[in-house]
């Protein structure tokens, strides 16, 4: 499947866009025109603030045109983006290939994205043979791309995005980090493209190589003041320097240079020719580019299944192939069981402990009666006189007793003899039982730590990847079928670290016993197996509302503020510390926590278990519940990251791309 570059007309008249806000809209570009010719190298100068990086998005179709028009290839880049898939490549500044993978690899995922379904695997390395050729990576083929220098994790970047072939390439500042040196063979590499076919458009502060363009495009507060060859610009500003004209701009009010620019329009340009050529420009080449932008509005992009596939394999090869990241997400649930382990190595599991009832009704009879005999001896300050009686017998040897004879006469004692009088409390003797205290702060601590590691492992899986996530979306990307890759992926880490975990744990306990410890009791909790379900189940719904984090947030630093205010919430609403026995408190615990449900499917409140140490109240112990209620949250929450990535492109960027 040969892909064969095409460049694409860029014409932009009378261009106007400005910021949402009515009557107080500023305007970012004003009256902008020019026409740039399939194959012709364009860099794009300016000031800060003239308008650059508002030319790049309206480009892209990101913004919104107030009024004019900006078309490529003879269509409106705002309202016919689905027809220009494919056409427009976009090199940012940030590299955005997976920095684990080799550049080979890194292609080989980039290409599945890019070219259309129709693409067979032949194509694809087809493709990335091409690129990889063009673009002079052919020793950097199999290097890693975090060890690649600056040049060419550039050039990888560029590779990426001339693999479908695009005919306008639309490069932002990507030689800002450069050596000069490294700057020179980009700029070279971009002419090269551009004499190969491609439109290029490049955003660039560096003056230095700006001649190897076909013509410069300079911007000043918002409006076009040159549009032509670097010479003829340095006689049109009368300075001996590309640096002089961004002075002679700034020092001169706005619109005197654009005016400057329009009168040598009109100077220079007969209404005869330019009729001549608006009848050249819309009968002849833009049919051909719009045959050829047709063709590729055609070619679908892959299918949701293809590209969960491919998504889930970039992730597990950038993961695998990670070693510093491998080796922490090994060594972490190892370090957390450690923790676990010397936190409860002076706890006595199966120390014993007496339940108690309610008084039966003899027993209540002779409590009363006693507890009368005791009151009257107690009550005066001497009972010698009183002779043999039964009170006085007592309170001759209470008075050899004068702490018992204090704690009797505490106002409490009497609180306590009324309250198993009247069944208040439970005061008689029952049975004895393993104490639960210890099994389940144990069990409880467990859950804590499984949700504890879902939250950090999830929340940074989106942000990271913002750039290549913007960037694949113009190609197609379902977002769908991104999340869900993402779910499945963070599920396959998860259930690795919560099985070394619960195995290191278990271990440890199965040394202790050995050496004569005791361990958490059974009655207590569920097996080993089950436990360890729940906590992977409950860990990933944990990273899948952290993904909605991810998802919201536009930089890792943010993303990392938010961990805490997810992980109190859920300690608070898991029936860990606080009992979560009914009410609204229980709804929300049961829609939001998925440590409330790790801890109620771990934990085993069956009979034996005293009142005080019933967190959740009644429920139903089947054990189906936890487990589907754990499901739904993950699918929910994976609803609603989608749902939050679609809202941003089309209401917060202003995106006008088809929903995938």
């Known amino acids: 499947m040969n892909q064969r570059n095409m ?37 794009v100068l300016g000031p800060s603030g003239s308008g650059k990086t508002t030319l790049v998005r309206s480009l892209l179709g990101e913004l919104e045109i107030s009024s004019g028009q900006l078309l490529v290839g003879g269509h409106d880049v705002f309202r016919e983006a689905n027809a220009l898939r494919g056409a427009i490549g976009y090199v940012p500044q940030r590299d955005i290939n997976p920095p684990s993978l080799t550049v080979e690899r890194a292609l080989h995922y980039a290409s599945i994205v890019r070219l259309p379904k129709e693409a067979v695997k032949s194509d694809h390395s087809a493709a990335v043979d091409r690129v990889v050729e063009q673009l002079g990576l052919e020793r950097a083929r ?4 975090s060890k690649l220098s600056g040049g060419e994790a550039k050039r990888a970047v560029l590779a990426a995005e001339m693999l479908g072939g695009p005919g306008l390439l639309v490069v932002d500042e990507a030689t800002s980090s450069l050596d000069p040196a490294t700057e020179t063979r980009i700029m070279s590499l971009l002419a090269d493209r551009a004499r190969a076919g491609t439109t290029v458009i490049t955003i660039t502060h560096h003056l230095v190589n700006v001649d190897m363009a076909d013509k410069i495009l300079i911007l000043g507060h918002g409006e076009v003041v040159w549009f032509g060859t670097r010479i003829e610009a340095l006689v049109h500003f009368n300075v001996h320097r590309l640096a002089d004209i961004y002075l002679a701009i700034e020092d001169s009010a706005p619109g005197y240079w654009s005016a400057k620019w329009r009168e040598l329009q009109n100077a220079e340009l007969s209404a005869t020719l330019s009729e001549q050529q608006s009848e050249s420009v819309t009968r002849e080449q833009p049919e051909a580019e719009k ?23 970039r992730q597990l090869d950038s ?83 004068p702490m018992m004879l204090a704690h009797l006469r505490e106002p409490s004692t009497q609180r306590l003899v009324k309250a198993a009088l009247t069944d208040t409390i439970r005061l008689a003797p029952d049975r004895e039982i393993i104490n639960p205290a210890g099994t389940l702060k144990w069990v409880s601590l467990m859950s804590i730590c499984m949700v504890i590691l879902g939250f950090v492992t999830g929340f940074r899986e ?43 744990v278990e271990l440890g306990f199965v040394l202790r016993d050995a050496l004569g410890g005791d361990t958490p009791a059974e009655i207590y909790r569920r097996g080993p197996a089950i436990s360890a379900s729940y906590n992977w189940l ?6 899948s509302f952290a993904l909605i984090v991810s998802a919201c947030a536009r930089s890792t630093d943010r993303g990392v503020l938010a961990v805490p205010l997810l992980i109190t919430p859920q300690i608070l609403l898991g029936a860990t510390i606080l009992p979560i ?80």
């Open 7 to 43: 460049g694409l007309r860029v014409e932009a008249k009378n261009l106007t866009v400005q910021t949402r806000g009515g009557s107080e809209a500023k305007k970012l570009l004003h009256n902008v025109s020019f026409q740039i010719e399939p194959g012709e190298f364009i860099c």
């Open 142 to 145: 199999k290097t890693t791309i």
């Open 291 to 313: 045959q050829r932008i047709g063709r590729l509005a055609h070619l679908s992009p892959p299918g949701s299944l293809r590209q969960f596939s491919m998504f889930l394999q």
């Open 319 to 401: 993961f695998f192939h990670d070693r510093s990241g491998f080796i922490l997400n090994v060594l972490l649930p190892i370090a957390l069981a450690v923790v676990v382990l010397l936190g409860f190595a002076g706890t006595r599991f199966r120390d014993t402990m007496m339940l108690t009832r309610f008084l039966e009704s003899g027993e209540k009879e002779v409590l009363a009666d006693v507890w009368g005999e005791i009151r009257e001896a107690i009550s005066k300050d001497s009972v010698a006189q009183e002779g043999a009686t039964i009170p006085a017998q007592i309170r001759v040897f209470l008075d050899s007793q």
């Open 462 to 504: 989106i942000v990271k990847e913002r750039p290549m996530l913007d960037l694949e979306r113009r190609h197609g990307l379902h977002f769908a079928s991104y999340v869900l890759a993402k779910v499945v992926y963070l599920g396959i880490i998860l259930g690795v670290q919560v099985a070394i975990f619960r195995t290191t």
């Open 538 to 543: 409950a860990a990933v719904a944990c990273s």
């Open 581 to 660: 026995t009914g009410g609204a408190f229980r709804v929300v615990a049961m829609l939001f926590s998925p440590l409330y449900w790790a801890h109620r499917g771990c934990r085993s409140e069956g009979n034996g278990v005293p009142i005080f140490w019933q967190n959740l109240g009644a429920y139903d112990t089947s054990l189906w519940i936890p487990y589907a209620a754990l499901i739904a949250q993950i699918v929910a929450a994976t609803a609603i990251t989608v749902i939050i990535l679609r809202w941003q492109e089309h209401v917060i960027l202003g995106r006008n791309l088809p929903k995938r």
